[in-house]
């Protein structure tokens, strides 16, 4: 995980592609601080490229530690709502589990021509984004992907309105948008995003799907946590 900071927005990069930049605690802790503590104008989250965006939450955590983890990303998805801080997103390649909701929390997404969303495993029984993706894409067709499983490439991530574009350079263009941002009247921002998440976000759906997360079985071979 890298992060960097100028002109009021600061820039997190997950750069752990050869475990499909998996969400760990230290990713979490990194966010929580941007969004909650440092004061900035806007934060992206952006990750190496390849063809994993973020595959989800760091399975190779035991089961207790997943489930804290689990909470503390939905904890993070209620504040980058909350937050006056606009949480702006870049994704080139496939966000499953943990990135998906991160993705669709997120105020803005940058998304280039790999871009991929997952929100469910129905044979797993995993569902992510519950609480989000029926505002973006409908009722029926959120249903639809939950239930029965599929993917929402970039130009059905556009189509949908998730994003506005196919950028050729989805990061840049990020850092361009969230800048861009940073320059807004803190106030305005602030009043803005207020009124569109009264307008858009259900957040005691939030808490359901919260409850009802159960972390999946670890991969073979994969350590418990501090073995």
Same mark, same amino acid.
């Not at 991530?157 to 009247?185: F, K, M, N």
């Not at 009264?198 to 957040?203: D, G, I, N």
């Given at each position: 995980?890298?992060?960097?900071?100028?002109?009021?927005?600061?820039?997190?990069?997950?750069?752990?592609?050869?475990?499909?930049?998996?969400?760990?605690?230290?990713?979490?802790?990194?966010?929580?601080?941007?969004?909650?503590?440092?004061?900035?104008?806007?934060?992206?989250?952006?990750?190496?490229?390849?063809?994993?965006?973020?595959?989800?939450?760091?399975?190779?955590?035991?089961?207790?530690?997943?489930?804290?983890?689990?909470? =503390?990303?939905?904890?993070?998805?209620?504040?980058?709502?909350?937050?006056?801080?606009?949480?702006?997103?870049?994704?080139?390649?496939?966000?499953?589990?943990?990135?998906?909701?991160?993705?669709?929390?997120?105020?803005? =997404?940058?998304?280039?021509?790999?871009?991929?969303?997952?929100?469910?495993?129905?044979?797993?029984?995993?569902?992510?984004?519950?609480?989000?993706?029926?505002?973006?894409?409908?009722?029926?067709?959120?249903?639809?992907?939950?239930?029965?499983?599929?993917?929402?490439?970039? !130009?059905?991530?556009?189509?949908?309105?998730?994003?506005?574009?196919? !950028?050729?350079?989805?990061?840049?263009?990020?850092?361009?948008?969230?800048?861009?941002?940073?320059?807004?009247?803190?106030?305005? =921002?602030?009043?803005?995003?207020?009124?569109?998440?009264?307008?858009?976000?259900?957040?005691?759906?939030?808490?359901?799907?919260?409850?009802?997360?159960?972390?999946?079985?670890?991969?073979?071979?994969?350590?418990?946590?501090?073995?």
């Amino acid at each position: 995980m890298i992060t960097a900071e100028s002109d009021g927005v600061i820039h997190v990069t997950l750069d752990d592609p050869a475990h499909a930049n998996a969400i760990g605690h230290d990713v979490v802790d990194a966010l929580e601080d941007a969004l909650l503590y440092r004061g900035a104008s806007a934060v992206v989250l952006s990750a190496v490229p390849g063809p994993v965006f973020c595959g989800g939450g760091d399975l190779r955590l035991a089961p207790e530690r997943l489930q804290r983890l689990s909470a =503390r990303i939905m904890d993070l998805c209620r504040f980058s709502v909350a937050s006056p801080t606009v949480f702006v997103v870049a994704v080139d390649g496939i966000a499953v589990g943990s990135g998906a909701q991160l993705m669709l929390a997120a105020d803005l =997404r940058s998304i280039g021509a790999g871009a991929r969303l997952r929100v469910a495993d129905p044979p797993r029984e995993l569902a992510a984004g519950t609480w989000s993706l029926p505002a973006h894409v409908g009722r029926g067709r959120a249903l639809e992907l939950l239930l029965c499983g599929g993917d929402l490439d970039a !130009e059905a991530l556009v189509a949908c309105g998730l994003a506005s574009a196919i !950028e050729a350079a989805p990061t840049d263009a990020a850092l361009v948008l969230a800048r861009r941002v940073a320059a807004l009247d803190p106030a305005y =921002r602030e009043r803005v995003k207020a009124a569109v998440a009264a307008a858009s976000v259900a957040l005691p759906a939030l808490e359901l799907e919260r409850r009802g997360f159960v972390p999946p079985p670890r991969p073979n071979g994969v350590p418990r946590d501090g073995d």
